[in-house]
């Protein structure tokens, strides 16, 4: 799917489109209801025949101009024919799922995904609506072609596993999904422009914009973006899952993340950078410090073939410390003392984010799904913001873990002759 086109110039083409009056930007369009000049055009908008790609708007739940612009905006970013905004990630991942399942349908997933999804698939679809998951080890190809049975729908993986940063195979897992006529759907949230799942054979690709794509922790929203019959579909006024749950992005909120698009390129690449560096120097004092930049990560070399290279390799990295108490002590430190970062779940954030994932954002996992996904009690998920300087940065985390005892005295003085 489009794989020569380059989502950043894509994006600037789509964003020399002009605000009603000349602005710069696009304009906020604040109405939740659109007059019709011709009274024939109503029945044909609710007919479907006519809609946003001809300029004809019914009501802002259906589509607004502004989400919408967004909607083509998210679309250029992910590589696909078209895309929709939703009030948030978990609404765009259960809209692209009820997009795609019915009553006594299958989904393949993912073990290691964002606690949300985790309990929307094994808890709440089975039981709301007769939707079961099968489970499965995305790295291990088989058990994903095994795990497919006549009643599957749809393959869904998040491209980089959440807290264990395994990188999915999409090329692989996009074949097998295709084998079988079955969409893979893929949760790029952790590393927009750094992996173009769509690019890579993604059918359709969804995205928390509260991360990293908004940047300041301050708006919850997402996207789902896939072909233009498909995301039609989600619209539908009587079948469709966007238009009749209600997940609506509200315009403001649009303006807003469209005005951030623009530097998510530098911000992408000033998150990777830091994250290497810290990374680097922490398993240098040889610390169980997990990320696909490390040449000693299990996926360091897929990554390196399906990464676009000028974002690095992402903005997180995971530290294990052992016990959820050293890790609870640390994070205090850092945050209290060194004011390194945040204890506070979500990522992509200017500044640092710090939590403990088995307590805290994969609790929705049973000790037995956490051990499978490689979850251990002392494992921090840290994504590394940009402000501050590196040195500055290093210093307050090596002086936290020798507060913590996790590294000896020497080892801080030698750390902290390089500062
Ligand atoms: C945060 C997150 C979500 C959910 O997004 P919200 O905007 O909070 O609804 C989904 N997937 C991943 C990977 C996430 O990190």
């Given at each position: 799917?489009?794989?020569?086109?380059?989502?950043?110039?894509?994006?600037?083409?789509?964003?020399?489109?002009?605000?009603?009056?000349?602005?710069?930007?696009?304009?906020?369009?604040?109405?939740?209801?659109?007059?019709?000049?011709?009274?024939?055009?109503?029945?044909?908008?609710?007919?479907?025949?006519?809609?946003?790609?001809?300029?004809?708007?019914?009501?802002?739940?259906?589509?607004?101009?502004?989400?919408?612009?967004?909607?083509?905006?998210?679309?250029?970013?992910?590589?696909?024919?078209?895309?929709?905004?939703?009030?948030?990630?978990?609404?765009?991942?259960?809209?692209?799922?009820?997009?795609?399942?019915?009553?006594?349908?299958?989904?393949?997933?993912?073990?290691?995904?964002?606690g949300?999804s985790?309990?929307?698939?094994?808890?709440?679809?089975?039981?709301?609506?007769?939707?079961k998951?099968?489970?499965?080890?995305?790295?291990?190809?088989?058990?994903?072609?095994?795990?497919?049975?006549?009643?599957t729908?749809?393959?869904?993986?998040?491209?980089?596993?959440?807290?264990?940063?395994?990188?999915?195979?999409?090329?692989?897992?996009?074949?097998?999904?295709?084998?079988?006529?079955?969409?893979?759907?893929?949760?790029?949230?952790?590393s927009?422009?750094?992996?173009?799942?769509?690019?890579?054979?993604?059918?359709?690709?969804?995205?928390?914009?509260?991360?990293?794509?908004s940047?300041?922790?301050?708006?919850?929203?997402?996207?789902i973006?896939?072909?233009?019959?498909?995301?039609?579909?989600?619209?539908?006024?009587?079948?469709?899952?966007?238009?009749?749950?209600?997940?609506?992005?509200?315009?403001?909120?649009?303006?807003?993340?469209?005005?951030?698009?623009?530097?998510?390129?530098?911000r992408?690449?000033?998150?990777?950078?830091?994250?290497?560096?810290?990374?680097?120097?922490?398993?240098?004092?040889?610390?169980?410090?997990?990320?696909?930049?490390?040449?000693?990560?299990?996926?360091?070399?897929?990554?390196?073939?399906?990464?676009?290279?000028?974002?690095?390799?992402?903005?997180?990295?995971?530290?294990?410390?052992?016990?959820?108490?050293?890790?609870?002590?640390?994070?205090?430190?850092?945050?209290?003392?060194?004011?390194?970062?945040?204890?506070?779940?979500?990522?992509?954030?200017f500044?640092?984010?710090?939590?403990?994932?088995?307590?805290?954002?994969?609790?929705?996992?049973?000790?037995?799904?956490?051990?499978?996904?490689?979850?251990?009690?002392?494992?921090?998920?840290?994504?590394?913001?940009?402000?501050?300087?590196?040195?500055?940065?290093?210093?307050?985390?090596?002086?936290?873990?020798?507060?913590?005892?996790?590294?000896?005295?020497?080892?801080?003085?030698?750390?902290?002759?390089?500062?």
């Amino acid at each position: 799917m489009n794989e020569r086109r380059d989502p950043i110039e894509d994006l600037a083409h789509l964003r020399h489109e002009f605000g009603e009056h000349g602005g710069v930007n696009m304009s906020i369009e604040a109405s939740t209801t659109f007059t019709v000049i011709d009274p024939e055009t109503m029945p044909e908008l609710f007919e479907g025949r006519k809609g946003p790609d001809k300029g004809c708007y019914l009501y802002g739940r259906h589509f607004n101009p502004t989400v919408f612009n967004l909607g083509r905006q998210m679309a250029a970013l992910a590589g696909t024919e078209a895309g929709y905004c939703t009030a948030s990630g978990m609404g765009a991942i259960s809209g692209a799922i009820l997009g795609l399942c019915n009553a006594g349908d299958e989904v393949v997933a993912s073990s290691a995904i964002y606690g949300g999804s985790y309990a929307l698939l094994h808890d709440f679809l089975p039981a709301k609506a007769g939707i079961k998951t099968t489970f499965v080890d995305i790295t291990d190809l088989d058990a994903v072609r095994n795990a497919i049975t006549g009643q599957t729908k749809l393959v869904f993986t998040e491209s980089i596993s959440n807290p264990t940063l395994r990188l999915a195979n999409i090329p692989r897992l996009a074949d097998i999904a295709h084998e079988q006529n079955l969409p893979l759907v893929v949760d790029n949230t952790f590393s927009p422009l750094l992996l173009r799942p769509a690019a890579l054979g993604a059918d359709i690709v969804v995205h928390s914009i509260t991360k990293f794509i908004s940047g300041a922790s301050d708006i919850i929203a997402g996207a789902i973006c896939g072909s233009g019959s498909y995301i039609g579909g989600l619209m539908d006024l009587h079948m469709g899952p966007l238009m009749l749950l209600g997940p609506t992005m509200d315009p403001h909120v649009a303006s807003t993340i469209s005005l951030r698009i623009p530097h998510l390129p530098l911000r992408m690449a000033a998150h990777g950078e830091r994250a290497l560096e810290l990374s680097r120097r922490l398993d240098a004092l040889g610390l169980k410090v997990n990320y696909p930049g490390l040449p000693r990560h299990p996926d360091h070399e897929l990554f390196n073939e399906l990464r676009s290279s000028e974002y690095g390799y992402g903005g997180v990295f995971t530290l294990d410390v052992g016990d959820e108490q050293t890790a609870n002590d640390l994070m205090s430190r850092l945050q209290n003392e060194q004011r390194f970062g945040y204890l506070a779940v979500s990522l992509g954030y200017f500044d640092t984010l710090m939590s403990c994932s088995g307590s805290s954002t994969s609790s929705e996992l049973g000790d037995e799904a956490k051990a499978a996904a490689g979850i251990s009690p002392g494992l921090m998920r840290i994504s590394v913001g940009y402000t501050g300087t590196l040195e500055q940065r290093w210093g307050q985390l090596l002086a936290a873990l020798g507060d913590t005892g996790i590294i000896g005295a020497k080892k801080v003085q030698a750390g902290t002759g390089t500062a």
